[in-house]
T-cell receptor, first 111, second 111 residues
Framework: DQQVKQNSPSLSVQEGRISILNCDYT??????FLWYKKYPAEGPTFLIS?????DKNEDGRFTVFLNKSAKHLSLHIVPSQPGDSAVYFC??????????FGAGTQVVVTP | GAGVSQSPSNKVTEKGKDVELRCDPI?????LYWYRQSLGQGLEFLIY????????KSGLPSDRFSAERTGGSVSTLTIQRTQQEDSAVYLC?????????FGEGSWLTVV
């Protein structure tokens, strides 16, 4: 039962342009959402999060948007840099029980 | 990330042997999580601890898997009679506020 879905397994974007990663969820009880970045052979690194009481959170080049009615969130990275090439995971939790992850999106930033 | 230390970093074991994976979080953080990522897969929830108790161990794949936590700190994940499908990176995370910070993982290969 995959409650968090990232339907795009990969994304290629030019350096300097915007990367938009999408995530959908099915559980309306989720109240906190997080994005992680993962390089090969490393653990996931926390990027940014958002509470269900908000619809936008921004931190530097990273912005997360939450649309509760559509059960959809997105991560915007602007401008994209070569070091952003990694796998990005969306995750969600209900009152801080287990954190459920999507399958990930591989981002490749090209020169 | 945030001082989560996992050992061993790499382990190659023969099928049928038992393995023990250790997670040392920063003391004082009550919630601790175990996930695993098999090759080409997403992050699979295994178990989480609140203090020394495990409110949700629904992700443990079989009764060959067990985990414990002592003193509200160190946690051990034990896999008995390892199988080749147990090969994965096992990730431990600790929750700080509204974020889970992960260690670098223990890479397990069963041959």
């Amino acid at each position: 039962d995959q409650q968090v879905k990232q339907n795009s397994p990969s994304l290629s974007v030019q350096e300097g342009r915007i990367s938009i990663l999408n995530c959908d969820y099915t559980n309306s009880m989720f109240d906190y959402f997080l994005w992680y970045k993962k390089y090969p052979a490393e653990g996931p690194t926390f990027l940014i999060s958002i509470s269900s009481i908000k619809d936008k959170n921004e931190d530097g080049r990273f912005t997360v948007f939450l649309n509760k009615s559509a059960k959809h969130l997105s991560l915007h990275i602007v401008p994209s840099q070569p070091g952003d090439s990694a796998v990005y995971f969306c995750a969600a939790t209900d009152s801080w029980g287990k954190l459920q992850f999507g399958a990930g999106t591989q981002v490749v930033v090209t020169p | 990330g945030a001082g989560v230390s996992q050992s061993p970093s790499n382990k190659v074991t023969e099928k049928g042997k038992d393995v023990e994976l250790r997670c040392d979080p920063i003391s004082g953080h009550t919630a601790l999580y175990w996930y695993r990522q098999s090759l080409g897969q997403g992050l699979e929830f295994l178990i989480y601890f609140q203090g020394n108790s495990a409110p949700d161990k629904s992700g443990l794949p079989s009764d060959r898997f067990s985990a414990e936590r002592t003193g509200g700190s160190v946690s051990t994940l034990t896999i008995q009679r390892t199988q080749q499908e147990d090969s994965a990176v096992y990730l431990c995370g600790q929750r700080t506020g509204n974020t889970i910070y992960f260690g670098e993982g223990s890479w397990l290969t069963v041959v």
